[in-house]
Each structure stands twice: as structure tokens, then as C-alpha cells.
């Protein structure tokens, strides 16, 4: 190959540099710009978060204020995209409907657009806020009218004064004009869980977002291709491919046959594995915590005595330990999105919205890097080569 270094599925490539988030895949160690992500979790607040992620510090009082305040008031969206929204087919993944809008929303913000703003936005940091502020304001909203529009209700208007979690939750299930406030328990849970999705340094969205940035596109269209590559069942489409496989197993005594599937490589055992994680991931280990507290409230959910059992057997079972497959952070989400009541086909939307803010971070970081060049891997070539063309009526 030359100097190339073959590296199928990148396995063993860094293309950036970065401050963001730190990964020790061998002692289930996850760190924010230098913040354990367990004391983040317990103590902070998911927009506390998105500012640590994009602007590399804690913000104090009056910085987390005005951040606040400038994303809840980017929470409504364009009237021309609740139309195109209501044009969907009633039985629409939300999670389509989340790309196609964001990927719309490039079309109603030019000024993000390098070619047709005319200027180079990446050096205006005003301008670069403005889509943050936007993308951050608008996705929740996006999510409630896509969640609304599979169940077949009005879309309801953002609540400002409401935190961002809280507004979210509201934007799903108000029913009437009357005093709706989401359940605190409920708004805690979620922020927590939107906190710890918030960014996982090169994940296939991320790097799909530094890739697709590194062209110089708006970031509505980055940010589109980053959800994209989102919903795969293998990256966060597995939340939901947890629960439908918890599903189809539907009794404990059914684990040891399905397991005996999966080591025969005729099924997968989803939310288990993980490219870094060679230990237990830190996140799930939350996530069984945050499981507690909303069966506290709620009771507990049928699938979670399955997913236990399912859990135990694999972690002392010798195809599992070889290969260092542990649960990973969609092993136990599912379970806690199910128990809230939302559908299955929300869970990669419920992913999605934290995460636009660690694709925003490397959004910044990849377009203020020196050594930022457009990604443009190399391949292989493993085909013919030097053919004659052959006219049409020659051919077998
Ligand atoms: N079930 C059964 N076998 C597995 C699994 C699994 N979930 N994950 C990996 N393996 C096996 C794999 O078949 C291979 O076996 P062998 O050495 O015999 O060929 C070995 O373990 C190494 O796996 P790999 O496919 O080389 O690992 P990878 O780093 O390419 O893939 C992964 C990582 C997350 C895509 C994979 O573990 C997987 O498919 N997991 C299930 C889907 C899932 O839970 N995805 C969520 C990932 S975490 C959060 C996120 O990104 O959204």
C-alpha cells in the first residue's frame, strides 16, 4: 500500500487533536474538558454542560444566565417548518423527521452558509454562536413536534420560563391551557441522562460531524449527517434496538437460548460492546442509578428483570469476557425512556438532543484547528483495471 496504513472501521487513527472529552476505554474512566463524568452527572445541569463542551470552561452565574437565556429564545421554529413537518405520513420515525427538518432548517438560516453569506463565518464568532444558539434552541422543539405528530396531537408553542428539560418534557405532554408542569423527579432524571450522552469524543456521529464540517458546510446540514449516522442500530439507534430485542425475548427463561444466538453470531447482543470501552462503561453505571430512582416513582418495569438477568449471564460467560464486552450506555437508557412513557422510536431522538452539543464543541474546535484540512481518506483498490469498452450488442 505505499505509505498508506490500511485501518478498516479507523481502529487505530487519530484525525484531530482535541481538549473535549477523555476516554479511558481500559478503566471505564470518562472525563468533559478534564470533569469526571460521574460528579457532572450528580451536580450539574445538561446546558451547564453544553457551555463546559463548547466553550472549555464552567460558566459562572452570569455567563450560564445569558447562555441560557439566548438558547430558550432560539425554542420556536419557523412556521414553514411545522408545515413541512405536518406533511410527514402519521407513522413517520421522528427520527426522520428530526434530519430532514434540521437538514431544512440550512435553507431558512443562508447566513450560516459560507457561499451564499458571502463572508467566512468560521472567523465571526458572533455568527458562530447565532447557529448555536439556534441548533441547541430548536432541536427540542423539532423532537416535541415530531413526538406530537406520531400521536397525533397539536403541536404545542416552547415555554421559555421553563429550564430546558423541563420545556422539552412540557412541549410532549401538555394536553390543555391548564397549569402543565413537568414532574421534577422526571426533569431530573432526563437532564442527567441528556448530561452524560452530551459527547463521547469521536463516535461515528461526531467524527460524521467533523467530517462533514470539514468541507465548510453550514452546520444545519452537518448537524443532519452527524443525526444521521446516529440512528444506525450499531451507534444510537441501539437504544431502541435494546428495547425491541428485550422485547423479543420477553422471559428470563428465554435468555440462554437467545445468548447461545448471539455466540453463533446469528444474533447481536445490543447495548453490549464498545469500540474504547474494554471495561464497564461509566455511563451505564449511572444509568442503573438513574433506573432506581424513576422505578422509585413510576414502579418497576418489566424488561428490567430480563435485562439484569441478561446482564449477569453475559458478563460470566466465557464469549463475553474474551472479547471484553460489557453493557454500554444504551444497555439500561431504553429501559428508563420506556419506564417515562416515551415510545420506542423517541430513543435515538432522545439521544440526539444532547449530543448536539458535543457535535457543536468539535463543530468550534475542528474549524478553529490550524491543521484542519477537508477529510479525505484514502482506499484500496481491489478491482480491475486497463478494460477495452466492449459495444453493447457484443456483450454475453
Ligand atoms: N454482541 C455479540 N458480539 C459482539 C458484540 C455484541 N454486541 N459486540 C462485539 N461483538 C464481537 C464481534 O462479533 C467480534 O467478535 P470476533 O472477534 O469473534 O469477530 C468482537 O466482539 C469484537 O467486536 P468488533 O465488532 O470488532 O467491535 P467494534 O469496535 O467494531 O464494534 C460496536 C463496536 C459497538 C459496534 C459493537 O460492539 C456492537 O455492535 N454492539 C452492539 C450495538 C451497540 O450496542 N451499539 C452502541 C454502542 S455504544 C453507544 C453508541 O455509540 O451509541
Redesign the pocket.
Known sequence: FGTMIYDP?YYNTAVCKSQITYIDGDRGILEYRGYPIEELAEKSSFLEVGYLLIYGDLPNREQLNVWQTKIMNHTFIHENLISMMKGFRYDAHPMGMLISTMSAMSTFYPDANPSLAGVDIYKNKQLMNKQIFRILGKLPTIAACAYRHRIGRPYNDPLNTFTYTENFLYMLDRLSETNYKPHPTLTRALDKLFIIHADHEL??STATMRQISSTLVDPYTAVAGAASALYG????G?TEAVLRMLEAIGTVENIPNFLSL?KQ?KQ????????VYKSYDPRAKILKKVTQEIFDLLGMNPLMKIAVELERLALSDSYFID?Q?YP???FYSGIIYKSMGFPTDMFPVLFSIPRAAGWLAHWVEGLSDPELRIFRPRQVYLGRRGLTYAPLESRQ
Open positions: 472501521g463516535n461515528c442500530p450499531l451507534h444510537g441501539a448471539v453470531k447481536r447482543l445490543m447495548g453490549f460492546g464498545h469500540r472479547r464486552l454500554n450506555v444504551d
